[in-house]
């Protein structure tokens, strides 16, 4: 279990979910704007990422609502570990 009063794993905790914030705009920006072409569509490079992405997509999801149990929580949450894992 963790414990938000360690000031190093506090930053650590905030400066991750903020790249996973990134990463999750950054990711669903591409699949939207893949999906959303039928030109685009239409290549089958662009479906092969479709699919390379999806996974990262759901990933980065539940390591962001982990995190956000962790910083939330005052003791934090062996669930939201669980979750990541």
Sequence with gaps: ???NSNQTYFIQI???TNANGISIV???GHLF???R???V???SVNMYLVFSLVPDAYKDVATFMAN???LLADSGSPNACKIMG
Aim: cysteine-free; proline content about 5%; overall charge positive.
């Design 1 to 3: 279990m963790v414990n």
């Design 14 to 16: 905030i400066l991750w």
């Design 26 to 28: 950054s990711i669903y």
């Design 37 to 39: 072409s039928p030109k």
């Design 33 to 35: 704007a893949i999906l």
């Design 41 to 43: 569509r239409s290549n």
């Design 68 to 70: 956000l149990v962790n």
